[in-house]
């Protein structure tokens, strides 16, 4: 009887990877730049939820790094 040694399984090229990362077209969305244009940031939390299937942790935090992205940062002073 021949054995054969076991055959690793390919680990999925996005696995482990929040899915933030996984998909950078999500910070290009309109209706996400729309929202944070508009400071509306619990309905851009939600979209990127939505795009991005991460959780509510994951999304808010991303949201809250773009808001501080010198993209967006005028619209939110910071308050010093």
Not at 48 to 74: C, I, M, Q
């Amino acid at each position: 009887m021949l054995t054969h040694p076991k055959i690793r399984e390919r680990p999925h090229p996005t696995k482990g990877i929040p899915p933030q990362m996984s998909t950078p077209s999500a910070n290009d969305d309109p209706q996400l730049v729309e929202h944070i244009q508009q400071r509306q940031l619990l309905k851009a939390v939600q979209r990127y939820k939505e795009l991005t299937g991460s959780n509510l942790a994951e999304a808010k935090a991303s949201v809250d790094a773009l808001v501080r992205s010198p993209a967006y940062a005028h619209l939110f002073p910071s308050k010093r």
